[in-house]
C-alpha cells in the first residue's frame, strides 16, 4: 500500500483549460424526424395500411376481404350518401352518456372507498364480482329491465365503464405516498379538500389509465350492444350501420364502419388523452 | 429566551402495532422546547426519535404522557406545527415552487390570494430559488426541494417546524451546504425549530439543544447543549462527539453511521 503511493509520481494537467471547445452538437436531420412520435406513428399506419392493400389484392376476394383502397371508397361514400356520420353521432351520444354517468358512480364509489372502511370492503366486493362479468352478458337482461332503447344500452355502457374507472382510481388513491398525504393533513385539508387538492392529482396516472381503459370497454360494448340490437330496434348507430350491411353483402362498407370505430379510437388516444397527458403527468414529472 | 416553554413533552410513551408486534417506541421522554431554540432529537435507528416527531406534529397519539404547544394538548395535525420530511416527493409534483407555497398558505386559511403570492415569493428569495419559482418539482435537485419544502414550511410561520432527517438524502456536499443555510435562516428570523437526525456530526453543528436518545425503546439518555464546535471536554480531554457515541453505543461497538455526516 505505502510502496504503492510513493512509487507511483503524481500528476497535475496544468494545461488544462476552462474553454472545451464543442460539447454540444446538433442532432441530424434524420433524428430529430424520428424522434417525433407522431412521424414514427404515421409511418406505423401507413405500413399496416400498405400490408392489407398487398394482401387483399393478392386474395382478390372483395367479398370476403375488400382492399384498403375500397374501403377508404366506401368510407367516403358512407359519410356522403349513406348516413355515416349521423349514426357516428348517435353512437357517440350515448357513448358519452354512459360513459360520463359512470365516471360519476366510480367517483361516488371510490370517494365512499377512501374514506370509510365498509365503503372499501364494499367496492372492493363489487368489483372483484362484477368487473369479471362481460357487460354484453348483461344486455339480454337490461332488455327485459329496460327495454328496446337507450335505456339498455346506457346501463350496460355504465357497467362496462363504472368498474375499471373505479378500481383504477381506487388503487391511485391507495398508491398516494404516506407523505404527501401527510403533508395534505398537515396544511389543515380534510375530506373533500383533501380528496381534491392531493388524492386525485396524486393518483392521477392511474385514473387516466382507469378512463383509457373504461373508454374502450365503453366502445366495445356500445358496439356489441348496437349489433345484438340491430336486429330489434331497426334504428342506430354504428354498429347497427356494420350489422345492415353485412346482411345486405357491403362488406366494403362493413369495413368501412370497423374502419370507423378505429378512426375513432385513435383520434380519442392520440388527440384527446394525449394532450390530457402532456398537460397532467408528463408536465408534472409523474410520467415521462 | 422566553421564560415559559412553547412545547412540553412530559412522560410520553408511545406505542405502535406490526402484525405480530405491539411495539413500544419511546418509554417516558420528558423534554422541553423554548422559543428559537434548535432542538435536536439525536440517537440510532429504533429509538423512537421520528415516532416523537410525529406524535408532535399530531399524526399519531401517546398512550401514556402528554404533549403541550404552547399550554394545549395535540390532537391533530395543524399548520401551525409544519413538518419537513426527509422524502423529496414531500413537494406536490403538480404544482410549481410558487404554487407549492401558496397552497400551503391557502389550504391552511392563513392567507389570502394575493398576500400568499407575495409572502410566498419572499420566502423563495430566502432560499435562493427565485429563479425557480415557476420550475416544476421534477426539475429541480434534491437539494433544491429540501430548500423549497424548508422554505413552505417557514412561510406558514408556524410555532414550529418539525424537521425529520430532512437532509439524509441529501449527498454529503450538499448536505453540508444545506446545514449551512439553515443555519443562516435561522440567524435571520429565528424559527424554532425540532430536527432529527441519527449524525452526531450533523447534531452538533445543527443544535443548540441536543436530546439523546438510546434505542429499543427510546429513552432520554442525556440533553445537552452545543455551540456548533465540537469541543473538547475538559473532564476526559474527549470531544464531545465522542463522548456522544460512548454514551449511545458501548466503547467497542462502533456504529459508523453515527460518525459519519
Not at chain 1, 210 to 229: H, Q
Not at chain 2, 232 to 250: A, Q
Amino acid at each position: 500500500m505505502d510502496d504503492k503511493s510513493t512509487h507511483r509520481p503524481e500528476f497535475f494537467n496544468d494545461s488544462l483549460s476552462s474553454v472545451f471547445g464543442v460539447t454540444e452538437v446538433p442532432l441530424t436531420l434524420w433524428e430529430k424526424i424520428y424522434s417525433l412520435e407522431f412521424i414514427r406513428k404515421t409511418f406505423i399506419l401507413i405500413f399496416l395500411a400498405a400490408i392489407w392493400e398487398i394482401y387483399a389484392r393478392y386474395l382478390d376476394n372483395p367479398l370476403l376481404f375488400p382492399t384498403f383502397s375500397s374501403t377508404v371508397a366506401a368510407f367516403g361514400d358512407a359519410i356522403l350518401y349513406g348516413g355515416l356520420l349521423e349514426k357516428v353521432l348517435y353512437s357517440l351520444k350515448i357513448l358519452l352518456i354512459g360513459y360520463l354517468a359512470g365516471l360519476v358512480i366510480a367517483t361516488i364509489l371510490t370517494v365512499a372507498a377512501i374514506t370509510t372502511q365498509i365503503g372499501n370492503d364494499f367496492l372492493e366486493t363489487l368489483t372483484s364480482m362484477f368487473n369479471p362479468l362481460p357487460a354484453i352478458a348483461l344486455l339480454p337482461l337490461a332488455l327485459i329491465w329496460f327495454g328496446l332503447g337507450y335505456g339498455s344500452i346506457i346501463f350496460v355502457l355504465i357497467h362496462a365503464v363504472l368498474w375499471p374507472v373505479a378500481l383504477n382510481t381506487h388503487s391511485g388513491f391507495l398508491s398516494v405516498s404516506p407523505t404527501l398525504r401527510m403533508v395534505g393533513k398537515n396544511y389543515g385539508l380534510s375530506n373533500f379538500g383533501y380528496v381534491a387538492k392531493i388524492l386525485i392529482p396524486a393518483g392521477f396516472p392511474s385514473i387516466l389509465s382507469g378512463l383509457k381503459i373504461g373508454w374502450a370497454f365503453a366502445w366495445r360494448t356500445l358496439i356489441a350492444a348496437e349489433l345484438v340490437f340491430g336486429v330489434s330496434s331497426g334504428s342506430g348507430g354504428l354498429g347497427w350501420f356494420i350489422y345492415e350491411n353485412k346482411n345486405l353483402l357491403e362488406i366494403p362498407n362493413v369495413f368501412a364502419g370497423l374502419f370507423t370505430v378505429i378512426l375513432i379510437g385513435l383520434a380519442v388516444e392520440n388527440i384527446i388523452f394525449k394532450t390530457i397527458e402532456k398537460k397532467t403527468i408528463r408536465k408534472w414529472g409523474m410520467q415521462n | 429566551m422566553s421564560d415559559s416553554p412553547i412545547l412540553q413533552v412530559r412522560d410520553v410513551t408511545l406505542q405502535y402495532k406490526t402484525k405480530d408486534y405491539l411495539v413500544t417506541a419511546t418509554y417516558r421522554v420528558n423534554f422541553d422546547t423554548y422559543s428559537s431554540d434548535r432542538f435536536v432529537l439525536l440517537g440510532p435507528s429504533g429509538c423512537g426519535k421520528s415516532s416523537l416527531l410525529k406524535a408532535i406534529g399530531g399524526f399519531i397519539f401517546p398512550v401514556e404522557g402528554s404533549i403541550l404547544l404552547k399550554g394545549t394538548q395535540i390532537t391533530q395535525p395543524g399548520p401551525d406545527r409544519v413538518m419537513v420530511f426527509q422524502e423529496f416527493d414531500q413537494l406536490l409534483p403538480w404544482k410549481t415552487v410558487k404554487e407549492n407555497i401558496v397552497f400551503a398558505l391557502e389550504s391552511s386559511g392563513k392567507l389570502g390570494k394575493n398576500e400568499a403570492q407575495e409572502k410566498a415569493l419572499y420566502y423563495i428569495e430566502k432560499v435562493n430559488l427565485t429563479k425557480f419559482a415557476n420550475n416544476y418539482p421534477h426539475t429541480l435537485s434534491g437539494g433544491m426541494k429540501q430548500r423549497v419544502a424548508i422554505a413552505r414550511g417557514m412561510a406558514m410561520e408556524p410555532e414550529i417546524i418539525l424537521m425529520d432527517e430532512p437532509f439524509a438524502a441529501l449527498d454529503a456536499l450538499t448536505r453540508r451546504n444545506m446545514q449551512d443555510e439553515l443555519l443562516r435562516l435561522w440567524d435571520e428570523t429565528r424559527f424554532t425549530i425540532m430536527f432529527v437526525t441519527h449524525s452526531i456530526s450533523e447534531a452538533l453543528r445543527i443544535g443548540n439543544r441536543i436530546l439523546l436518545l438510546s434505542p429499543h425503546p427510546g429513552r432520554v439518555k442525556a440533553e445537552i447543549n452545543s455551540d456548533g464546535t465540537d469541543p473538547i471536554d475538559p473532564i476526559n480531554g474527549k470531544r464531545v462527539s465522542e463522548n456522544i457515541h460512548e454514551m449511545l453505543f458501548n466503547k467497542d461497538e462502533t456504529n459508523p453511521e453515527l460518525i459519519n455526516g
